[in-house]
Structures are given as C-alpha cells and as structure tokens.
C-alpha cells in the first residue's frame, strides 16, 4: 500500500462525495460549488494519471468556464437561498433501483473482464498532441478538429441568435404579464405626467 | 501507480456515471440536469484516458477523443444555457414539468 495508491481512494472518494452532494442538495447553488469540486477532484485524478495537460485543460475549460456559466445562470433565473421543492419518494425509490441495477451490472463486466495493462510507459507530450492534431496525413486528426471549430462557430452564433431579446414576441403567458405591466406602467406616468402639462398650460 | 487495478479506476468513473445519471432522473430543474450530464460527460472522460494510458500507450487516440468532448460539452453547455435563459423570460420558470408547449 504505498502512498500513491492512497491518494488515489482518496480522491475517488473526494469525486464520488461530491458528486453525491451535487446532485442530492436542495439548495441550488450549493449543487453548483459541489459541482465545481467534483471536476476539481477529476482534475486532480488527471493528475494522479500524469496527463497534466488533459487537468489543465479540465481546470481551464469546465471550473473556469462551464461552472461559472452554470452559477451565472442560476443567479439570473432563481433566488438562489430557495430549496427546491422535494422529489417524490416513488420517483426516487424507482431511479435509485434503475441506477442501481444499471451500476451494478457494469461494474460487474469489468471487475470480471481481465484488463491486461501493457507496462510500456505513456509517451505523451504536448509536442506530440500538436503535431498529431493537425496532421493531415493517416492518423491524423485535422478533420476533427475543423469541425470542432465550426461547431464552436455555430454554437457561438446560435447562443447568441437564441439568447437575443426579440422585438415582436408572440404573446404568451410571461409576456403577457409584462405586457400588462409594462401598459399599466405608461398609464400611470401619462397620468403623472397630465397634470403636469395642466398645471404649465394653467401656468401659461 | 501500477499497484491500483484498471478496473478500480473504471469502477469510479461507473460509480460518477450512474451518480450522474440518478440526478438526471430526479432533478427537475434544467440547470442541475445540465450539472448532472456534466458530470456524465466527465465520467466518459476519465474512461477514455485510462484506456488510453494502461491499455494503448503508444497512441494518443483517448487524449484526443477526451479534448474533443470538452470542445463539445462547452458549446452545449452555453447553447443550453441560453436555451434555459429564454425559457425563463417567456415562462417564469425552468421547471420541465411546465415546460410543455411542445409536447404534442
């Protein structure tokens, strides 16, 4: 048992508690910080594999970018002190045996499945990952990585086209409300606003 | 480093996997099922690389597989949040219970 193999169980059992915490807690912007501790324990096995490039690449991308968009989001649509109303017991006790029954059927295949690891040392480098990226030759992954790029491009423009406040929406229940309101809100500063006039024509 | 099993490892991404999965069955609010298939996607992750490091260590196939998922779980993850944005501003709510105008 040397201490490497007792870093390991800790960060799995760091990744898993958090994880648990995640998805269980009512509150949900302590589900987001738990979140954000579970990809940090990942990165931390990323390290512990000594793929260094991979964990900064997990630091950089999802706890910088996707955690902090995902806490953005909660803070402009819910009042993040409020719990979540409470899942049903049925649909609980029914998820919990799915996810069960599914967990221990998988990790029974490959606890019995004999993965035989090769004892070659893991030759990689950022040099390599580079070279082989954008290499057009066999073996290459330049294709991947244009489409990777387009998809980026139309993600990045549908966000936009979709998020974008449109002037004419159909009415619907939510608009209809601000529509009201907003309506309700004109009315009253017109009507602030008349007397006003009066009094200046009175003045005049 | 050798001393802990393959399977040990893959069993833990099993278990974030299935975690993952429970909170999308339970949850119904948009943003946490967003948080759980993250977690779902790291999970697969985890998976590709220790294939790639124990079992295949002369390719780089894993790493790149796993570079591309988080590429792709970025952008989805902003499209559905913007999705989740302007659910909000015409419904009031992002519960996917109330969420039903394109149900039939």
Known sequence: MSASVIIFYIIAVFILGAALFAVTTRKIFRSSIWLLFSLLGVAALYFWLQVEFIAAVQIAIYVGGIVVLIIFSVFLTQQSGKEMPKTPVRRKIASLLAVLCGFALTALIVYRYNFQPTSKPFAWSVNRIGTEMLNTGTGGFALPFEVVSMLLLAALVGCIVIAMRTPAQPAKKGVEIEHSKLSSFSSSTIEKEKPVITEEGGVL | ?104
């Open chain 2, 1 to 104: 480093m050798s001393s802990v099993p393959i399977s040990h490892i893959l069993i833990l991404s099993t278990a974030l996997f299935f975690i993952g999965l429970y909170g999308l069955f339970t949850r119904r609010n948009m943003i946490t099922m967003l948080m759980a298939i993250e977690l779902i996607l790291n999970s697969v992750n985890i998976n590709f690389v220790v294939f790639n490091k124990y079992l295949y260590p002369e390719k780089l196939d894993g790493i790149f597989f796993t570079l591309f998922i988080i590429a792709i779980a970025a952008a989805e993850a902003a499209v559905a949040i913007a999705i989740i944005i302007n659910l909000y501003r015409s419904h009031k709510s992002i519960d996917v219970e109330e969420a039903t105008e394109m149900k039939w």
